[in-house]
C-alpha cells in the first residue's frame, strides 16, 4: 500500500511561489500515476494537476496552467508541484494521490492531511 505525505504549503503573497512536495512510502513508485488536489474553504476537492508514472505526460486544469508546474524524482520517490504568480483563490488545502486515467483524473488512493496553502493579496 504506497502512501503519499505532503508538505511544503505556507502563507504567500499574491504573485508569489511555493512548491510543495508529495512524498510516498511504498514499492514501485514510478509505476503510479500521481495528482495534486485542493479544497478552498467550504468547497469541494478540485483537481489540480497530474503526471503519468515516467514523468513524460502531465495534465493541468484550466485554473492553473501556465502558472504551475508538476514533476517528479521517482530516485527520491516524490512528486512535486511548483505554484508561480500564486492568486489569492489559489488558497485551499493541497493533497496528492494516486489518479486513474480518466480526465480529469480521478483520485483512487487515500486521502493524506494535506497541506495548507494561503495567498495573502
Known amino acids: 500500500q504506497v502512501q503519499l505525505v505532503e508538505s511544503g504549503g505556507g502563507l504567500e503573497q499574491a504573485g508569489g511561489s511555493l512548491r510543495l512536495s508529495c512524498v510516498a512510502s511504498?514499492?514501485?513508485?514510478?509505476?503510479?500515476?500521481v495528482g495534486w488536489f485542493r479544497q478552498p474553504p467550504g468547497t469541494e476537492r478540485e483537481f489540480v494537476a497530474a503526471i503519468s508514472g515516467s514523468g513524460s505526460t502531465t495534465y493541468y486544469s484550466d485554473s492553473v496552467k501556465g502558472r504551475f508546474t508538476i514533476s517528479r524524482d521517482n530516485a527520491k520517490n516524490t512528486v512535486y508541484l511548483q505554484m508561480n504568480s500564486l492568486k489569492p483563490e489559489a488558497t485551499a488545502v493541497y493533497y496528492c494521490?494516486?489518479?486513474?486515467?480518466?480526465?480529469?483524473?480521478?483520485?483512487?488512493?487515500?486521502w493524506g492531511q494535506g497541506t495548507q496553502v494561503t495567498v495573502s493579496s
Open positions: 494521490n494516486k489518479v486513474n486515467l480518466e480526465t480529469p483524473p480521478v483520485a483512487i488512493g487515500s
Open positions: 511504498g514499492r514501485a513508485f514510478s509505476w503510479y500515476r
